[in-house]
C-alpha cells in the first residue's frame, strides 16, 4: 500500500528524498496542554478568520471531547485548514507542505501551533510518525484525505493515509465539509473575499475493524477508506447547499 503526499503510509515510493527537505529535524513534541502561547496565538487566528468570513458551523456534536480524533476536511482552497478550528476547541496538529519551513522563524511559529512539516511528492516516514504520535497521545490530527487542494463538486479517489492512521491507533474518522472556500480563495489566488464560509461536520466513520489475531488487514484500511468518500461527499454536499451560491 503506498499512498502519496499527507496521506501517504511508510512504504516508500519514487521522489525526492524527504530527508533533505525543509524542516527536517525540526524538533516536534506532541504538548497537550493549553500553554499561554497557544491560546493566543488561536484566539488572533480564529479571530480574524471570524471578522473575515463568518463562518457558520453545523455538528461540533460529532467532534469527540476527549481521545485520538482525525478531523478530515475537503480541500478546495488554500484557507480549508483554517476553519478546521472552529470544529472543536481542542488543539489541533496538521501537516503543512515542507517549502513553509523555508523561513525559520515561520517555521519555529508553525511548531508552535501544532504544524509539521510533510513532503508531498513522496511517501514521508517522519510526517507519519509524528501523525501517528499525536494520535497516540490522544491529541487531534487535522488531514486531508484528498492530499491536495482539489477542484469540482465530487468527492473521490481518497488517500489511504487517513484510514490507515485510524487503524494504527483505534482514532475515528470526522468527515468535514466546508462550503464557500473555493469561492472565496480559488486556488492561484492571494487574497480571500469575505464570502460566509458554511461547515458541516458528519458522524465519525469508526476505525477498520481489527482480526482475531489483532491485525489490520489492507482490505479493512481501503473499505474504510471507501466508506469515507460518501459521508465526505455528504458533508460537502450540505456545506455547498448552505451557502446558497452554487
Not at 91 to 113: A, I, P, R
Not at 187 to 204: D, F
Amino acid at each position: 500500500m503506498a499512498v502519496s503526499t499527507q496521506g501517504a503510509t511508510p512504504e516508500g515510493e519514487d521522489g525526492a528524498d524527504p530527508a533533505t527537505a525543509p524542516g527536517r529535524g525540526q524538533a516536534f513534541e506532541v504538548d497537550p496542554r493549553r500553554t499561554a502561547l497557544y491560546r493566543t496565538e488561536r484566539a488572533i487566528f480564529v479571530a480574524a478568520l471570524w471578522s473575515w468570513f463568518r463562518p457558520k458551523v453545523v455538528g461540533r456534536e460529532n467532534v469527540p471531547e476527549t481521545g485520538p480524533v482525525i478531523l478530515a476536511p475537503v480541500h478546495r482552497s488554500f484557507a480549508d485548514f483554517g476553519f478546521a478550528a472552529f470544529c472543536t476547541d481542542r488543539k489541533l496538529f496538521f501537516m503543512t507542505k515542507d517549502e513553509m519551513w523555508k523561513n525559520k522563524w515561520l517555521g519555529k511559529l508553525l511548531l508552535s501551533v501544532g504544524a509539521f512539516p510533510v513532503h508531498r511528492e513522496s511517501a514521508d516516514r517522519e510526517a507519519l510518525q509524528r501523525a501517528e504520535e499525536v494520535l497516540r497521545k490522544r491529541e487531534v490530527l487535522v488531514l486531508f484525505p484528498e492530499g491536495t487542494r482539489r477542484s469540482g463538486p465530487v468527492v473521490e479517489d481518497l488517500m489511504e493515509g487517513a484510514a490507515f492512521l485510524s487503524a494504527r491507533t483505534g482514532a475515528p474518522i470526522v468527515p468535514v465539509g466546508i462550503g464557500g472556500s473555493d469561492l472565496s480563495m480559488p486556488k492561484g489566488s492571494r487574497v480571500p473575499k469575505p464570502y460566509t464560509i458554511q461547515v458541516v461536520i458528519g458522524p465519525a466513520v469508526p476505525p477498520p475493524p481489527r482480526t482475531g489475531g489483532g491485525r489490520v488487514s489492507r482490505s479493512a484500511v481501503h473499505a474504510t477508506t471507501e466508506a469515507l468518500v460518501p459521508a465526505l461527499q455528504a458533508v460537502y454536499d450540505e456545506a455547498k447547499e448552505k451557502t446558497g451560491r452554487y
